[in-house]
């Protein structure tokens, strides 16, 4: 083998005046990249990069405008007007123009074209161009902060003919944005290059990004270190290491505003005992649950700590055997050598978890040990996500879920915990609990949406309908040639256009 | 080496069969900070990325396709012996649709053919096992029905008929147990060996057997390019799919000789 | 001859038919599909059901797909490529799939014929080592041989013995090295070419103990044509009565190997639930079997000895 590899192969030809790419791995590659029909993280990932929206998030993460140039919002709260850009134009030349937004919003809302992003332009009643650069939105109702709801990716009116946009429609490969870069070459193996738009109206540096499919993911950081992608996405917990120690690689750490929970079906016995789901609760000792797969801060409830929704007077619970017995007995559990019975049956429960969660897997392992160590017994399924959707959501065919919420920066906990929200497959219902997300969904008020999300932080947790785990710290990779770089916790590439390559 | 190979296969038969008798349980054997654990006394194969023995996980993993296995030739059997006699026996039009089945099966490729079933009546070791064995039936229908037809019309038969020997019992006895028993073996070694290989390599892909029950396919997936997790985990199983695999060709190879010989 | 022909082409035809009614009968079926992997699946479902045209009962289904395929239309992917043709998704990769496939099945069974030539009638070692490596599934072989070259590679560069190689990380980079791999790693695994080598070696014995040989020596003639006239026919039939099997080594190796084929992507659209592009790669490989097959008894029938005798 050593004679055999120098003799056979070639040598790299030096790249020379070519500038290097910026590549980069995605398990799969996007499969339609036209904003309207995104699905996946990766055509998110990828549409940051070629499209944009009226407003962004700055580095804070607040919105600051992007196509547009000056807003004003009605005193009434129910229009806003807004001013755009000027020197703006598409990849293929022509002029960005109010048009252009006005056709967006329309497209999205027209049932025809059947968009999964339908839900981002609900609340927008009506939309029309008052001149070239300059559009008006009412809403349905008063709107207290609508810049935060217009990161929406505007797509090129003159493109399409009619606003039932369709998935065959040849965008899907060859998209034209505004965005500072632009899809060149949709490749034959699943690769995608994007190449600078030389009149972008702002500034960026990279030439050339290249997204690269490597659909096995133990594989993604050994590239990494043999120095064949320039970054990763998203590291896997048990590579953290690996590349910790490797001089030419950076890490990333971002947070994403998302928790995870050990969800309990409340319809079902005995999950429907609030004395079990706690004491289930108390026999999880989290930081050993967490210590496998990274680092994360514990929560106590449904927000992350750095939300301005926390409730910080409400602890995290820590693990106490004993009160979880007491608890079980309370609850006519009896203890018969290492199993609860109660009328002689054993509590066995199933939990399931998704299949594409990388982290989810030895989470789940470890929680089973957990628990069959207090005496539960718990069998474990792995789901795919259409499996997931219909056993879970749909049939609530399940005993225990381990899984993750994610939001955006609305973090709005409507559909999940309010009796009639159409993400609460626990079966959840407290009418006060209805009551404070009512409130919060319809006041304008910051302040009050605070205090109100604040008692119901508590009031949730105190209910144990579920077991708050953590908000988990995610890292990217990237090779220490990027510099400038900083990561957006969800769309990744949004701050791309400061980001430079020696 | 026939015999070599039935001796294995009994003993994957055997370990299978008597594992769930041992003390050691998947969920209760997992301790991080014994991770990746060189071979000792305590371990004599070492542990993995979980601090689980890998010794025992490799016994374990047995089940992951013995039992599937098995069922698949169950399978096999009663749908492609039966198919494949009716078509020898009768012939003609029984025999022209029969193996018009036979011909639609076998132009779909085997493993495409249970990729699919897997996708869409769920991923389980039984929907596994019921494929496999459908998707192998019409090889196995072939087989039978040529070596049939060739007879059927043979001195052998002939003979036997002018001895009075019935019609049922002609087939039962003298066809199928006679003349068809070795080639049966055969083929339900073949498709015991192509269904481990299916098997481990759904596993592998992260679509059959999953954590935190073992299989030789999913053992092999997870720990090879940790640091520092040595050899062993990459050794053990693909040794062990590796020996399994050559002992279901020993004895086909030794039946086929027999029947040769004979 | 020629009747010969049409009746396996009709066959052919029949067969795939019966593909058809097989797999949409599996599909139909099924428990779920692809409008559950959106997110707002509920809110969407009544358009889509319709444009994607999903709640039809099974024989309508059948009929309409079957009328599409008569006008050359596999209709479109639903999630692994959102609106794009079939056809468009899969031509390339199908053409490069078959390259390799084809490219396997002459590597194995030339090293197959090659080897039975030097190994029959005797003992030798050759044939268990052969054994040995062949009966290794595709999987683990093309595992090893990734994690093998890679690792003692990037040794070497570490330490400064060679430059970075073109071909450097397997399997990223696209590299004639890489295909050279898959294509030997199909050829080898799974006990392909086990199999071609014992069965080349027991038609050789059988053509040594026919007499052709000696009636060849006896009339002065060249020994080889003699052998490969008699040799090749059968061993071509056999080995396309295992294209099917080929072709499961293929998804396999190409999703471990990153060569975007059809079998990489049908793996993508039986995860995904992409029906439409899983039915049409599935028809695909049938039909491209069921051709291989044609053309082999073609084959066999232009090339056989006895044609003579029974034409």
């Known amino acids: 083998m050593t004679r055999l590899v120098p003799a056979t192969l070639l040598m790299l030809s030096a790249l020379g005046a070519h500038a290097a790419p910026l590549r980069y791995a995605e398990d799969r590659a996007p499969g339609i990249v036209n904003p309207a029909f995104a699905t996946s993280m990766s055509e998110a990932r990828i549409n940051e990069l070629i499209f944009e929206g009226l407003f962004t998030d700055s580095q804070e993460l607040a919105s600051v405008p992007k196509l547009a140039e000056r807003a004003e919002v009605a005193a009434d709260k129910r229009s806003m007007v807004i001013g755009l850009r000027r020197e703006v134009t598409w990849h293929d030349g022509t002029v960005f123009s109010a048009d252009d937004v006005v056709f967006t919003i329309k497209a999205l809302q027209d049932p025809r074209t059947a968009s999964p992003e339908m839900g981002r332009v609900e609340w927008i009643a009506n939309a029309e161009a008052v001149d070239p650069h300059t559009v008006k939105l009412t809403f349905h109702q008063p709107e207290f902060a609508p810049e935060d709801k217009l990161h929406f990716k505007i797509l090129p009116a003159h493109h399409f003919r009619d606003t039932a946009i369709s998935r065959s429609d040849p965008f899907r490969n060859r998209p034209i944005g505004t965005g500072p870069w632009t899809l060149t070459s949709y490749n034959d193996d699943n690769s995608i290059t994007l190449q600078r738009y030389r009149d972008y109206w702002g500034d960026a540096r990279i030439d050339e990004f290249r997204m690269r499919e490597v659909a096995d993911k133990n594989y993604q950081a050994k590239l990494i270190v043999y120095e064949s992608i320039e970054a990763l996405v998203r590291v896997l917990p048990r590579d953290l290491a690996t590349l910790q120690n490797d001089r030419k690689v950076e890490l990333y750490p971002y947070q994403t505003n998302s928790w995870w929970y050990v969800g309990f079906n409340l319809s079902r016995e005995p999950m429907d005992d609030p004395r079990v789901r706690q004491a289930l609760a108390l026999m999880v000792d989290v930081p050993e649950l967490l210590a496998p797969i990274g680092t994360g801060d514990r929560v106590s409830g449904p927000f992350v700590p750095s939300s301005p929704f926390y409730n910080h007077d409400v602890p995290v619970l820590e693990q106490n055997i004993e009160r979880a017995a007491a608890l079980l007995r309370e609850a006519g559990f009896e203890r018969d050598g290492r199993t609860w019975k109660r009328d002689g049956q054993p509590l066995a429960l199933r939990i399931a978890s998704q299949k594409n969660l990388e982290t989810a897997q030895d989470v789940v392992i470890n929680l089973q040990t957990q628990f069959q160590n207090q005496g539960v017994r718990v069998e474990a399924t792995f789901l795919d996500i259409s499996d997931w959707k219909r056993q879970i959501w749909t049939d609530r065919d399940y005993d225990l879920v381990l899984s993750l919420w994610t939001f955006d920066r609305n973090e709005d906990i409507h559909k999940q915990f309010h009796s009639s929200g159409s993400r609460n497959f626990s079966g959840y219902a407290n009418p006060e609990v209805d009551e404070l997300l009512d409130k919060a969904k319809a006041t304008t008020d910051p302040q009050e949406k605070r205090a109100l999300f604040r008692q119901a932080h508590a009031k949730i947790a105190q209910e144990q309908p579920m077991v708050f785990l953590w908000t988990l710290d995610s890292y990217a990779a990237m090779t220490t040639k990027a510099q400038n770089v900083v990561i957006h916790p969800f769309t990744f590439f949004t701050f791309a256009p400061s980001w430079t390559l020696r | ?262 | 001859m020629a009747l010969a022909l049409g009746r396996e082409a009709l066959g052919f035809v029949l067969t795939l038919l019966g593909a058809v009614v097989l797999v949409q009968s599996l599909l139909y079926f099924a428990p779920g599909d692809a409008i559950d992997t959106l997110p707002n699946a509920e809110e969407l479902r009544p358009v889509l059901e319709r444009q994607w045209r999903l709640g039809e009962s099974l024989p309508i289904q059948i009929g309409s797909y079957l009328w599409d395929l008569a006008q050359g239309d596999l209709r479109t992917s639903l999630v692994y490529r959102p609106g794009m043709p079939v056809w468009e998704v899969i031509a390339r990769p199908a053409w490069r799939s078959a390259q390799l496939l084809l490219a396997a099945t002459l590597l194995a069974t030339s090293v197959g014929v090659g080897l039975s030539f030097w190994t029959q009638g005797r003992r030798h070692l050759t044939r268990p080592a052969v054994w040995a490596v062949s009966i290794v599934p595709v999987f683990l072989l093309a595992r090893l041989m990734i994690h093998l070259l890679n690792t003692t590679t990037w040794s070497m560069m570490q330490a400064d013995l060679i430059a970075r190689p073109a071909w450097f990380a397997l399997p990223l980079e696209d590299h004639p090295l890489r295909w050279a791999l898959a294509v030997s790693i199909l050829a080898i695994g799974s006990g392909a070419l086990s199999e071609i080598h014992s069965e080349s070696e027991g038609l050789l014995r059988k053509i040594r103990a026919s007499g052709y040989i000696e009636a060849a020596r006896a009339r002065g003639a060249p020994l080889w044509p003699s052998i490969l006239r008699n040799l090749l026919p059968p061993l071509t039939v056999a080995i396309a009565s295992r294209a099917a099997f080929f072709v499961g080594g293929l998804v396999i190796l190409e999703k471990i190997l990153l060569l975007n084929g059809i079998g990489a992507i049908l793996w993508q659209a039986a995860v995904s639930r992409d029906y439409p592009l899983a039915l049409g790669i599935t028809l695909l490989t049938a039909a491209a079997v069921g051709l291989f097959r044609l053309g082999a008894d073609a084959l066999r029938l232009w090339w056989d000895p006895r044609r003579g005798a029974t034409a």
């Open chain 2, 1 to 262: 080496m026939p015999w070599l190979g039935v001796g294995l296969l009994i003993g994957v038969l055997g370990i299978a069969a008597l594992i769930p008798l041992a003390s050691y349980d998947v969920v209760a054997d997992v301790d991080p900070t014994r991770a990746f654990a060189g071979p000792g006394l305590r371990h004599p194969l070492g542990t993995d990325h979980l601090g689980r023995d890998i010794l025992w996980r490799m016994l374990l993993a047995s089940r992951a396709f013995v039992g599937p296995g098995l069922l698949a030739c169950l399978v096999c059997l009663g749908f492609g012996l039966p198919l494949g006699a009716a078509a020898g026996w009768f012939s003609g039009a029984v025999a022209a649709v029969i193996r018009y089945l036979f011909t639609v099966v076998q132009g779909l490729p085997r493993f495409i053919l249970v990729l699919l079933a897997l996708s869409i009546y769920g991923n389980r070791p039984s929907v596994l096992a019921i494929a496999a064995g459908l998707a192998y039936a019409p090889t196995l229908g072939e087989a039978i029905f040529e070596r049939i037809e060739g007879l059927r019309s043979s001195e052998f038969i002939a003979a036997h008929r002018a001895h009075g020997v019935s019609e049922t019992r002609l087939l039962l006895v003298h066809l199928l147990w006679g003349a068809c028993r070795r080639l049966l073996a055969r083929h339900l070694l073949a498709l015991f060996a192509f269904l481990l290989i299916l098997e481990t390599t759904l596993s592998y892909l992260g679509f059959g057997v999953e954590q935190p029950h073992p299989s030789w396919g999913n053992m092999l997936a997870f720990d090879l390019d940790h640091d520092g997790s040595g050899w062993m985990p990459l050794v053990a199983p693909a040794t062990a799919i590796w020996l399994v695999i050559a002992a279901t060709v020993w004895v086909r190879q030794g039946l086929a000789e027999e029947e040769h010989g004979a």
